[in-house]
Nanobody, 124 residues
Framework: QVQLVESGGGAVQAGDSLRLSCVIS????????MAWFRQAPGMEREFVAA????????HYADSVKGRFTIAGDKANNTLYLQMNNLKPEDTAVYYC?????????????????WGQGTQVTVSS
């Protein structure tokens, strides 16, 4: 089993920055892809960014390209999401996710493990 614990969410103003962290524990060696998703009230969970371990190939949703940066510190089993120039439409619960095998990176159902989520609220 793999456990994921997110932190770093909060309430900010438009244009501000936040950095989310996700600490990975348990069978960490079994994680192949790490990702961030988000879910706004009344909306489906959507892909934000992903990083396959050991591959220099980052993936981003079009809505966050140029503003968000995903990074992984595998030595410390931590995943990050640096969010700059936040907008009100970024308001959501942000989830860390892990897949144990190669999958379609943007597909919610492909991920095996999920964190409990951290709330990000951006006001205008």
């Amino acid at each position: 089993q793999v456990q994921l614990v997110e932190s770093g969410g909060g309430a900010v103003q438009a244009g501000d920055s936040l950095r989310l962290s996700c600490v990975i524990s348990g069978r960490t060696f079994s994680t192949s892809i790490m990702a961030w998703f988000r879910q706004a009230p009344g909306m489906e969970r959507e892909f934000v960014a992903a990083i396959p371990w050991g591959v220099d190939n980052l993936h981003y949703a079009d809505s966050v390209k140029g503003r968000f940066t995903i990074a992984g510190d595998k030595a410390n089993n931590t995943l990050y999401l640096q969010m700059n120039n936040l907008k009100p439409e970024d308001t959501a619960v942000y989830y860390c996710a892990a897949a144990s095998r190669p999958i379609p990176i943007m597909a919610v159902k492909g991920y095996d493990y999920w964190g409990q989520g951290t709330q990000v609220t951006v006001s205008s």
